[in-house]
Each structure stands twice: as C-alpha cells, then as structure tokens.
C-alpha cells in the first residue's frame, strides 16, 4: 500500500528492493532508455540523445532509472525538471508559488505495472529535485525547504486512457486542454494538462 508521504533518500543513493533498484540516470544508461521509451511508446518520435544530456547537466532536471536486482536494463524510467520562476514576474508582496515539478516523462514496461513503481518514481523524482536544487542560485531557498506537498504538472495525450486513469490515481487533476502550438510541439493533437500535490519528506 502506497503513502501519501514517504522518506526518500538523497538522489545519488538508489533505492532498493527485492524487486527494483531506483537510481539516477548516467550518460552509459542513455541507450537503453531511448529503448524503454521506443518500446512503450513506438508511435511518437524517438528521444533524442540531447533529450537525455540536458537531464544530466542542468542542475533543475533529473531521470532516475529502475532496473532489476540482476540487471542494469531500465524496466522504468522518470524525467522531471523544476519549474523556476524568474524575479521580475514575482511580487515581493505576494507569497511565493509552490514548488512545481514537469514531469517530461514517465514510462514503466507492462510486465513491471500495478506495483507501486511508477507511484514511487514520481514521489522521488519530486523530493530528489527539491535536494538538488537546494544550492542553485536561481532557486530561493524558502522554496525548496518551506513548501510541502510539491505540485506536480504533466501534459497528456487526451487519447491516453491509461495515463490519465494513473494520474488520476495519484490525485492529479485534468486542468485544461493544453494549447495547439503545445499540442503540435509533443506531436499529439489533443493533450491535456493534469496537476496536484504530491507530498515528499522536505
């Protein structure tokens, strides 16, 4: 049974069960990724290599990878990045906004659903970028520390019953439909936005 909050550790420590072992994407994981992601979604364009670098250089991005005890092939597979809003569109007056994290993407092979795996990708995912980015400059601290549950936001394709019934069991809620230049950019014609909170230990 899934919690609504759990005690994730730091980012560079994977997490480990009999059945899975959590842990960041490295530059020799790439390949096998861009697999996993071609394997569960053959009709959209293929990630690109830089797709994945750009995960592995900014400070505001994470992929964190599952794999088996007996072998290094992701099974699943979380991209995320922390939405940072610049100062001149902030009030001083006004609180600051939530923390709020994109998911870009998330991907468990059908074998390995219906475990609580994907459920916990996102709560790491979540709490790991808030503890990566507790140094970086154009993130206040206030934010990182303060704020809990962390708000998470992904698009998805309006056709995708599969994962709109998953965000749905995570207690994300269908916002809007998203925009056509949005929709045209990901290569799906009709792509809603879900969002909510997600509690992780700060």
């Given amino acids: 049974m899934e919690n609504a909050s ?19 994407l490295t530059s020799a994981d790439i390949q096998n990724v861009r697999a996993l992601y071609a394997e569960l979604a053959p009709s959209f364009p293929a990630l690109r290599p830089t797709f994945f670098h750009q995960l ?27 939405h940072v809003l610049t100062s001149d569109l902030t009030s001083r007056k006004t609180p600051p906004p939530p923390v709020e994290v994109h998911v870009l993407a998330l991907g468990v092979l059908p074998a390995y659903r219906r475990r609580g795996l994907a459920t916990h990708l996102l709560r790491t995912a979540a709490a790991s970028l808030r503890v990566l980015t507790a140094n970086a400059p154009q993130v206040p601290t206030s934010l990182i ?56 230990a700060a």
């Fill in 6 to 24: 759990v005690s994730i550790p730091a980012p560079s420590k994977p997490w480990s069960t009999d059945e899975f072992i959590v842990r960041p």
């Fill in 56 to 82: 592995l250089t900014h400070q505001t991005h994470l992929c964190l990878i599952a794999t088996l005890p007996s072998s290094d092939k992701p099974v699943a597979c979380i991209a995320a990045a922390l």
């Fill in 145 to 200: 520390y303060k704020q809990s549950p962390t708000r998470v936001c992904v698009d998805v394709a309006r056709t995708d019953g599969s994962a709109r019934a998953f965000w749905d069991h995570v207690g994300m809620r269908e916002q809007e439909t998203a925009s056509r230049r949005e929709a045209w950019s990901v290569g799906w014609r009709d792509v809603i936005s879900v969002a909510g909170p997600v509690m992780t």
